[in-house]
């Protein structure tokens, strides 16, 4: 299957496909600096927590390429504001702090500063190669699960737009198409930001693969019609002990599977594992705005002056996950140990 290019690096600025202006318009915006690059993270420009880590590497070196200056300690201290400008943007997924921490240890060995720029210039790339790379294997490993006809319910989304590669759950399912497995898929809207409707719909209409749309409340009914045989769901980041942050309604998804007796799983890369968190509560959760629940599309759907909760994500327990699909494997119960084996 060729890639969907959602993040291509054009040397001095960085392209991208703005999902916030699909389905209604395929708009590519080109980022020209570091301060850009957060801008369209932070307002979901660019989302999904492999695609957040691939365009933070890139915004950092094109952060680096701007400073002037020969000094190498000024120079690390302008890194430092470049750096911490990106991870002030979004808390929950783990991929973007990773991805700068590894930034800036490739920094910090050096003296001269062309070679500390060509070098984080080169760890960008590499970051992006190994995003594409991983979320490949994940997709072949998790369509092995996959049995001719299966019913899926996915959440949010997965595909190449959020992972700036094959994709996770969404490169499973597509990966299962292309194997002649014809899975029957239902793509939930995924309040409050709709990104099942807009983009999973999308991506799969733009791969000529057969789906059917639901509200996130129909899930249960079609499990208890016996049409959904499992759940894939992709994570923004993964503690220790196999607890998951994804987005807002897949606990719901989780538990609901558990109550129904159908498999319920993760597919990640393991940049998206986070070791020093022992328990996924651990993990922050963001709150954004009000108006993504009062409104859709600029329009008011609620009445003025109501109270607002939003958050961006929930936890779901290492109990209702029935396996992790990462690029080195699939992990089982118990998770904890399982992780700490394959990774």
């Known amino acids: 299957m060729k890639l969907m290019i959602a993040i291509e690096c054009l040397g001095d600025r960085l392209r991208i496909i703005d999902q916030s202006r699909l389905p209604h318009e395929e708009i590519y915006i080109e980022l020209h600096g570091y301060q850009d690059t957060a801008r369209a993270i932070r307002d979901m420009n660019i989302r999904g927590a492999p ?27 302008e890194l430092s504001e470049v750096i911490e400008t990106i991870t ?6 783990v991929n973007l702090f990773r991805i700068a921490e590894r930034m800036k240890k490739v920094a910090a060995g050096g003296k001269d500063v062309v ?10 790339v590499k970051i992006h190669l190994e995003e594409e790379r991983a979320t490949e294997k994940i997709s072949r490993l998790g369509a092995e699960l996959i049995e001719n006809g299966f019913g899926i319910i996915t959440h949010c989304n997965t595909g190449p737009l959020a992972t700036a590669g094959y994709g996770t759950a969404l490169g499973v399912i597509i990966y299962a198409h292309r194997q002649g497995k014809k899975p029957r898929i239902f793509v939930d809207e995924t309040r409050p930001r709709l990104q099942g409707s807009k983009l999973t719909a999308w991506e799969l209409k733009q791969a000529g693969i057969p789906f059917t749309l639901i509200t996130d409340s129909m899930a249960g009914h079609f499990m208890k019609r016996e049409e959904i045989n499992c759940v894939i769901a992709g994570a923004d ?8 942050a994804n987005k807002i309604g897949t606990y719901s998804l989780a538990v609901l599977a558990n109550a129904h007796g159908i498999p319920f799983y993760i597919a990640a890369p393991t940049s998206t594992i986070d ?3 022992k ?7 963001e709150e954004r705005e009000p108006e993504e629940v009062t409104h859709i599309d600029g329009v008011r759907i609620a009445p003025e002056g109501v109270e607002v909760a939003n958050p961006a994500f929930d936890i779901t327990p290492g109990q209702y996950i029935t396996a992790i699909i990462t690029e080195r494997g699939i992990i089982r119960h118990p998770l904890e140990e399982g992780i700490g084996k394959l990774v």
């Open 51 to 77: 695609a957040i880590g691939v365009a933070a590497g890139y915004g950092i070196a094109l952060g680096a390429n701007s400073i002037k200056t020969d000094d190498s300690r000024r120079f690390q201290k």
């Open 88 to 93: 002030s943007t979004r808390p929950t997924a």
């Open 115 to 124: 070679k500390i720029k060509k070098s984080l210039t080169d760890e960008a």
């Open 237 to 244: 980041r993964i503690a220790a002990n196999g607890y998951t």
């Open 275 to 277: 070791f020093s968190l």
């Open 279 to 285: 328990s996924g509560y651990q993990i922050p959760i």
